[in-house]
Every structure is written in C-alpha cells, then in structure tokens.
C-alpha cells in the first residue's frame, strides 16, 4: 500500500448562495498522478484552492504527512511543499527565466548586491531535475507558453514541493507540446511527488493518470484506478446521467451551392497560398497544430489581419478585407478562440453583447438605440439558444463559460451570419455543455449557414466535420473527406509527413495502442 | 435536457451575484448622492451663509467649469484613455475666441470660432492616439504643452480686454429677482443642458454603446466591426469641445483671454470623475456620477473657504476625498 501524503475529510465550503463544496473527502498517494475531474461548478478548483491555502474550509480536517493542517495564506501552503501551478501563468515576462525561478527570495553576494551567478547555476540545477535545458538568463516571453509553464513547475519545485496541484496544464499546448509535459510529469512522479492533476481533457488521462476522483455538484463521487474504469463510465459520472454519445447525430446535408471561395491568401511568414471553398450547411474543420496558421486563416478571411494578396468571395462577390465591418456586413462571423479576450466585453450586460455588431438593426434614426427592440431581439436568441441568465441586462462577467459561449453565437446570429466561424468552440467548456454546443453547430449547417470548425481536438474535428482542412506551417496540406479519413492521416499531413509516412505512423500507432491495453 | 443540478448550482451562484451587483449598483449611486448630501448638510450647519440661495447658486457656477470638464474627460476615460491637455486647450480656445472678437467677428461667430478650435484639438488628440498610436497619456501631455504654447506666442503672453458683450455669457443669468436671487447663471444653464445631452449620447446613443464597449475590450469591439479608431477620435472631439466651451465661459466670465489660466484644470476634471465612479482601466463611468464628483470637489471648496479654511487647506481635504473614493470603490468591487 502506497503512503497517503494528503487527505481530505468531509471538507466544506459556502460562498454566499452557493455550498461550494459538501463534505468531500479524498486523498493523494506519494507518487501518483491522481486526476481530478468533474463539470464546471463541480467544486475542483475550490478544493484546490483549499489546499494551497487560498480559501479556508469552513469544516472538515486536512491531514498533510500525518498532521491535521490549517494554511491561512498560499504562501503557508507552498512552504508546507504543497504548490499550484494554475491554468494562466503567474510569471514575470520581463524577467529572466532564473530571476523568474527565484523571485522573492533571489540570491544575495555579501554586499546585498544580486547574485546572478549563483542564481543561474541553481536554476539550471533545479531546470537539470525535470530534464530541462533551458537557458536561464533567457527572457521569460521568449520562450514558448509550454517551456514557460514547465518553468512555473520548476519554480515550484525549487521550494520542495511533494504535492503538485496542476490545473488545466495542457490548455495553451500543442501535442508535441503536451508530450513533453508528460515525460516532466513522470519524471516528477518518479522522484516520489504527488501530483493533482485537473483537466477537462479526459482523453489525455490515459497517458498519465494512475487515479482518478470524480466530483459533481461540490460533492465526491468516487475514486478509482484509472485502468478499473471506462471512459464512458467517467463521463456519466461526471454529468450524473448517462451520455450516450459525445457527438450529436449528423443530420445536416451540405449542398453544392458554394457560400464562401477562399482565393490564393498569403500573408508573408504566416500563410502562404491557400485556397479552398466552403458549401452552405457545410461543416468545414481546420486541422493543424499550434502554430499551422489555423486562426490565422479565420482573422485573414474576417478581414482582422492584413493580408499580402488573396481574394475572398461571398456568394460570389468580392470582400474588401480591410476591417471586420465589411465582413461582418457581408455575413461573416468569427467566434475567436479566446473569449473573453477578444469575444466579450465581459464588463457590459448579455444584451448589449448579442447587439454589439449589428447595434445598427435596434436603432432609430440619428443613431439613438432602442432599448425595447434591444430587449426584444435579445429575448429571442436568450430562449432559442437556451442560455440561463436570470435577466437579460445581467453582466456577461458573471455567467458561466459555456452561456458566455452562446452569448458570443447569439452575438452573430444577430447579425444574420451567412458563415460561421468557430475557432475552438469548446475550449475550457464542460463535457455536458459542449453536447449542446455541437448540437448548436450541427442545427446552425442544418439550418443552411456554412461553418467553419478551428480545432485541436481531433475527435472533435472527426465526429463534427464533413470536410477537413489540414494546415502545416502556414500551407494547406491536404483537403480531406471526414469519413474517409482517420486521426492518423490527418496528424500526418499536420506534421507536414504527407501520405508517404501514414505507413510508419500506423506502426507508432500500434505500439501506443498495445501501450494502453498494457495499463488497463 | 441538459439540465442537471450541475446548472442549477451555477444558476444559485448566478443569481446571488446578480442580487449582490443590483444592490451593489444602488448603493453606489445612494453613497455618493448621499455624500453630496451629507456635505451639504455638514457645511449648512457649521458654515454661516452656507445654506442661502445666493451661495446655493455661486456653488453651481463655480462647479460648472468643473462638470463640464469632467463630462468630456469621462468619455476618453471610458475609452481606457485620458485627456491631459484640457486646462492648455481652454486657455487656448478662450483665446482665439477673444482675439477674433477683437479683431472684429460678431460675438457668437467668435464664440463658434473658440469651439472650433477645441474641436480641432480633441481631433489632433485623437488622430495622434489612433494613427501615431500613441499612449493617450503621452499624446496629451505633448499636446498640453504645445498648445499652451500656441496660446502664449500668440499672445506675447498678454491678456487682453475684450469687447465689453462677450462678457455676456459668464456674467449673465436668467430669472434675475434682485439681491436675494441673482438668477441661474448662464453656465449653469449650459451646464445643464450639456449634461442631459452628454448622458443621452453615453447610454441611448449607437457613439455611446461603442464607447463603453472600446473601454470594456477594444479587440473584442474590433471584431464586431466597431471602427474602434473613429469612436476614441470622437471622444476626444468631445472632451475638446467640452474644454472650448470652458474656455469660451471662463474668457467671458474676466472678459479678458488669458493664455496663462486653467493651468492644471484637467487634474480637476479627472478627479471629478473618479470620485464619479469612472474607472481608469476603462469601460465603466457615467455622466450623472461625475456630475456628482464635481459636485463634492465644489461644495467642499465653497464649504471650506466659509468656514475660513485656506487654500492649502482645502487641497489637502480634496485630495483625501479622491484617495478614499478611489478606496472605498475598490473594497466594495472586491467583495
């Protein structure tokens, strides 16, 4: 029997209207990778945050190497060795990689002066434990987000950590990239740290995971090893009923009638000649890893980024590219990747969101808005998309991210949007209400609207898609017909490998495969 | 039915949050309607003369200049800007407008023509920001002091008379009784009439949503096909146009231009804003709130000097208000 490091008994918590958590219990093993999971709102991060001292339970115990602990602040918490690494990264960009290790507590010469040698051989020591070579006097923002969050795990470790809360780790990274945070993760769990890691990625688990605890609704469900339990069995867990498919049924017919020609865009360094047409009720993916071009495409289509030469058509006529006002008039629309950066204005009310980009159709003359007709349309898109909000002028800030999701598809429904993109739908979205978004995007091609799927899930691009797009470093590679096509030609061309290594991948493939029966 | 307790947990959540923001919201505007208040009250009982019509309306001119400053610097700030250069541009237009009344324009031209000119300023403001894409706080602070010196060469630094009508506008009233009630002063009334103008355009107007929305998430507003560029240059028309009026009433008010005066008015219409509510990171403020500010900036300089304190005085006191407003905002945002 492994030693238990850390565990959790019937700890609870309130927020104001909200029990948060309900006398959950748990525990963690010296080195193991024990995954935690559940839907948005399901009391993940306020148990972590429990843990690493940033709220206090308001009952129950937590024992910590065999002593009930308290930890007033996460400073406490980190030096008790119980450290977080969080989805965004609480790094400097400016710094150097070792000032950024050792910020706080930097290493001084006698006369209080910086020592910087003694702080770059040390980081490179501690770099030297994940099996790192980064160089330390590097400027943080140089780097990759990947090498900069395994400096943030570094820089936890460096103050001893045993127990390592990870959440979301993998949601800014690219496959190879993830790979490489799996080998530090097993190095790490090798040197004997306890490792919690959170996800929405349920697919990734296999890779990692020894255990895994399920929670709902602030309360635990179960835990089990991972190789005991079926994914199917996770996921109905997690949403407390059974779903039966994690796709809806395709129903959607593309037609013959092209809605949008894509011409020859290049834009120099990032795109390079591409060329492709989408079909009403077409649902079109874009397949590629961080850094093909994917959302670089979509902005150029939009007219958000200039491009070097090209030509887009809608329905046959030509658009300027110049601004997003043009296309947008045109009946394009572009659901970015990152919500709240550049889809809401977090701080303004779901109506005056869903208007934004046609506040025009709710005015009178001289530019005066009409807040009735605002209401009125707002109403419409709030019961047809289904997206709970206890009113209407609520602010966008305060709803969760799949509502604001619907708010940002709302937004452009209002604008009576012809094509549709969606650049990583369901990015950071809960098993349960990314069902209803794919639901949304297969009636929308139903519906004749031609849509356009960014997205790095694959079997997300597989189970929605009729036709895929594979991007590599700014170049198509290959236009492919989803049901004739698997995850392995579709990684290949992404890879830049083209048809001729499908062959030697399949042989990969067969070996990772017989990896997985091995763990279950 | 995706409908599971799950939803209903974020609903119980949603709903709590929103209770907290509606009241969070009434309260904001009851604690600083009832500072104004209180203030108000405080000064009447300690300060002799305090509570008269006389000093009532006196209050309400001096803080004129002061709103309508704070009204054309809301807007930039919204936009996540700042308008540095107001204090250069009134001295400025109060004196291009007197110079042209000088040199003979009929008196209202003269006026329009000092408009103008803070027009053209907002605009050289805004056209440095969106296409040099300059830091508004940068471009500001240069334009202040250019046009400050435009005003002083212009000039040789020397105020001049002007012709006795264009003292008019500063000095005139309407329903002018006698003594007892001196009338509602001509600024006042502008003041007025500028504010419900400015609210309408800010909350009903298509220029006012996309106001808020550029301060909220520029990219966010560029991606709905909002020209964000033109919208900050036109908040920065309006903050100049704003200050042009300044200008014309403040050089009507002396009858004289004085291209020395106003100097660091624009700290006092920022802060009238900021005691508002605006926030300077953007996307939150209102009319009526720094119409509000302005008010407590007024009532405790006139409250102060009645009650004999100096001038060094009331800065310190203004000064805190401003700090602890910030405070107090931020504790209450917090929670």
């Known amino acids: 029997m492994p030693e238990v490091i850390l565990q959790v008994e019937k700890v609870s918590k309130s927020f104001p209207g909200v029990k948060a958590l309900d006398q959950v219990s748990f525990n963690l093993c010296k080195g193991e ?68 290790i050792f910020i706080g507590r930097e290493p001084l010469t006698r006369f209080g002066t910086l020592n910087e040698k003694k702080m770059n051989a040390d980081a490179v020591a501690i770099l030297a434990r994940l099996n790192l070579r980064i160089d330390p006097t590097i400027t943080l923002n140089r780097l990759p987000i990947s090498k900069q969050q395994m400096v943030e795990i570094a820089k936890s470790l460096s103050f001893d950590s045993e127990v390592l809360i990870m959440d979301e780790p993998t949601s800014a990274l690219t496959e190879s990239e993830i790979d490489e945070l799996f080998d530090v993760i097993h190095t790490l769990r090798d040197r004997g740290v306890a490792i919690i890691y959170i996800s929405h990625r349920l697919e990734e688990l296999k890779h990692i995971v020894d255990r895994i605890s399920i ?17 199917e069995e996770i996921v109905s867990r997690m949403v407390g009923r059974k779903l039966e498919n994690l796709f809806p049924p395709k129903r959607n017919v593309p037609t013959t009638e092209k809605i949008l020609e894509v011409r020859n865009i290049t834009r120099k360094g990032v795109l390079e000649d591409i060329s492709f047409d989408l079909f009403k009720g077409e649902i079109l993916g874009f397949a590629g890893l961080m850094g093909a071009g994917r959302s670089e495409l979509a902005r150029a289509i939009f007219g958000a980024d200039p491009i070097d030469s090209g030509e887009v058509r809608i329905h046959g006529r030509r658009l300027s590219l110049l601004s997003p006002s043009d296309s947008i008039k045109a009946g394009i629309a572009y659901l970015s990747e990152n919500r709240k ?5 977090v701080k303004m009310q779901l109506a005056e969101n869903v208007t934004m980009a046609n506040v025009r159709e709710v005015s009178r003359s001289f530019g005066v808005i009409s807040r009735a007709q605002e209401m009125e349309a707002c109403r419409k898109y709030v019961d047809d998309l289904n997206i709970r909000t206890p009113r209407l002028t609520q602010v966008v800030n305060n709803l969760s991210g799949g509502n604001q999701q619907k708010v940002v598809v709302a937004k452009w429904l209002f604008c009576d949007s012809k094509v549709l993109i969606f650049d990583e739908p369901t990015r950071g979205i809960d098993v349960g209400t990314k069902y209803a978004i794919y639901e949304l995007i297969e009636r929308l091609a139903r519906e004749g609207v031609g849509i356009i799927m960014i997205s790095s899930e694959l079997s997300e691009i597989l189970g929605m898609t009729d036709r895929v797009i594979v991007l590599h470093e700014g170049r198509l590679e290959a236009t492919l017909i989803t049901r004739n096509t698997t995850q392995e030609e579709i990684l290949n061309y992404a890879a830049g490998l083209g048809a001729s290594a499908i062959r030697e991948s399949a042989i990969r493939t067969t070996h990772r495969t017989n990896e997985r029966h091995g763990n279950e | 039915m995706s409908d599971t307790s799950t939803t209903h947990t974020d609903e119980r959540a949603g709903n709590a949050t929103v209770r907290k923001g509606r009241s969070k919201l009434a309260l904001d505007r009851l604690i600083t309607f009832g500072a104004v208040i209180v203030l108000f009250a405080v000064f009447s009982i300690t300060a002799k003369n305090f509570f008269t019509m006389r000093s009532i309306l006196s209050l309400a001119l001096q803080t004129s200049t002061t709103t309508l400053m704070g009204i054309g610097v809301t807007f930039t700030i919204i936009t996540a800007g700042i308008d540095l250069s107001i204090g250069s541009v009134i001295a400025f237009t109060g004196t291009v407008a007197v110079m042209a009344a000088i040199a003979g324009v009929p008196i209202w031209i003269s006026m329009l023509v000092g408009l103008l000119a803070g027009v053209v300023c907002g605009l050289v403001n805004g056209l440095l920001i969106t296409r040099m894409k300059l830091p508004p706080f940068i471009a500001t602070l240069g334009m202040m002091m250019v046009v400050r010196g435009v005003a002083l060469t212009i000039t040789n630094a020397n105020a001049r008379p002007a012709p006795e009508s264009f003292g008019v506008l500063g000095n005139d009233a309407i329903f002018r009784i006698g003594p007892q009630f ?25 220029i006012g949503r996309y106001t808020y929305a550029v301060g909220s998430n520029e990219e966010a507003a560029r991606l709905s096909g909002i020209k964000v560029g033109r919208v900050k240059i036109v908040a920065y028309i309006f903050s100049g146009l704003l200050a042009g009026l300044v200008g014309i009433i403040l050089a009507s008010r002396m009858v004289t231009s004085q291209p020395n005066s106003a100097t660091g008015y624009e700290l006092n219409a920022i802060a009238a804003a900021v005691i508002g509510g605006t926030s300077l990171m953007g996307g939150v403020g209102t009319v009526g709130g720094t119409v509000i500010g302005s008010f407590i900036i007024g009532i405790l300089t006139v409250g102060l000097t009645m009650q004999g304190a100096n001038y060094f005085m009331q800065q310190i006191v203004i000064g805190l208000v401003v700090i602890f407003a910030v405070y107090f905002d931020q504790l209450r945002s917090r929670k």
Do not use: C, W
């Open chain 1, 215 to 231: 929670f709902r609704d602030g309360r635990y469900v179960s835990t089990d090893p991972y190789a005991a339990i079926s994914m």
């Open chain 1, 33 to 100: 990778v024990h995954a935690l999971v559940g839907e948005n709102g399901a009391g993940k991060s306020t148990l972590m945050k429990i843990l690493s001292g940033v709220h206090e339970a308001d009952e129950g115990v937590i024992i910590y190497k065999g002593r009930p602990v308290r930890f007033q602040s996460s400073t406490q918490a980190r030096d008790a060795g119980i450290g977080i690494i969080y989805q965004e990264l609480n790094l400097i960009p400016h710094l150097s990689v070792a000032a950024n």
């Open chain 2, 182 to 206: 001196p009338g509602i002063s001509y600024p006042v009334l502008i003041m007025i009439a500028v504010a419900f103008i400015f609210h309408f355009i800010l909350k009903r107007m298509r």
């Open chain 1, 341 to 345: 950066l550049d889809g809401l204005a």
